[in-house]
């Protein structure tokens, strides 16, 4: 009854955890912190793409509604609270810039509305390196992962068979605790793979789309800003 427990106590995961050897432990305790570290980057990533999208629909409905370009970046105080208002607030500082230079008499519409798309461009392509923030390591936790996993059952089934070798015992009883070692690296690795891969590809998803968003915005404010240009240009002819 005695060896009973005791073989069950071994076979648990804990007691294959505590029956390994250094390396397969070190391995283990890696592959474990690299699953909760996901989780950490998991949890803060959706926190912010939540807060991107509440912030950026409100961001919008003010822009639509705003009684002028102006009304709106006083209002804004030049704080971009989401990528939408860091990319209008860019826009309108290039902008106002400008016409301080228009006051000096060497105002040029042309090269303005350049400056205008390339500061707008520029921050876009800001944004979205901020959004991809620590995505690399749960792309790389997903895919190097379950190949650690591999390597660990391996390394423990190599030293099964080594035991096998040297106790000359083949019964199943002896070589089933080795083997079992040997897969729970697997399991642990596919444990830390899984979630990362999913919410890297989720992520990925949201940044594409929220991507192409920005640049229907930057298009729709730069068509706005060509306008005013334009009225500008006119009554510097005039």
């Known amino acids: 009854m005695q060896q009973q427990v005791a073989g069950a106590v071994s076979m648990s995961i804990l007691g294959m955890f505590n029956h390994?050897?250094?390396?397969?432990?070190?391995?283990?305790?890696?592959?474990?912190?690299?699953?909760?570290?996901?989780?950490?980057?998991?949890?803060?990533?959706?926190r912010i793409f939540k807060r991107i999208r509440i912030r950026s629909n409100t961001f919008e409905r003010q822009f639509w509604s705003a009684g002028s370009l102006e009304v709106l970046y006083n209002d804004l105080?030049?704080?971009?609270?989401?990528?939408?208002?860091?990319?209008?607030?860019?826009?309108?500082?290039?902008?106002?810039?400008?016409?301080?230079?228009?006051?000096?008499?060497?105002?040029?519409?042309?090269?303005?509305?350049?400056?205008?798309?390339?500061?707008?461009?520029?921050?876009?392509?800001?944004?979205?390196?901020?959004?991809?923030?620590?995505?690399?390591?749960?792309?790389?936790?997903?895919?190097?992962?379950?190949l650690a996993g591999l390597f660990g059952t391996v390394w423990g089934i190599m030293s099964s068979f080594q035991a096998i070798g040297i106790t000359k015992n083949t019964n199943i009883s002896a070589v089933a605790p080795g083997v079992a070692e040997a897969l729970l690296t697997t399991a642990v690795g596919l444990i830390a793979a899984i979630p990362a891969v999913v919410a890297y590809n989720k992520f990925a998803n949201d940044i594409e789309r929220f991507t192409n968003k920005m640049e229907t915005f930057a298009g729709e404010l730069d068509a706005i800003i060509s306008r005013q240009i334009e009225n500008v240009a006119e009554e510097k002819e005039q």
């Open 20 to 46: 390994s050897d250094v390396f397969m432990k070190a391995l283990i305790i890696a592959l474990l912190l690299a699953s909760v570290w996901s989780w950490a980057i998991i949890i803060e990533k959706w």
């Open 77 to 146: 105080n030049g704080k971009p609270k989401d990528p939408l208002s860091a990319i209008f607030l860019a826009a309108m500082k290039e902008w106002k810039r400008s016409m301080r230079v228009r006051k000096e008499g060497s105002f040029k519409g042309v090269n303005l509305q350049e400056r205008i798309e390339k500061v707008m461009q520029i921050t876009i392509e800001r944004e979205v390196e901020k959004l991809n923030n620590r995505l690399i390591f749960l792309a790389s936790t997903g895919s190097v992962a379950p």
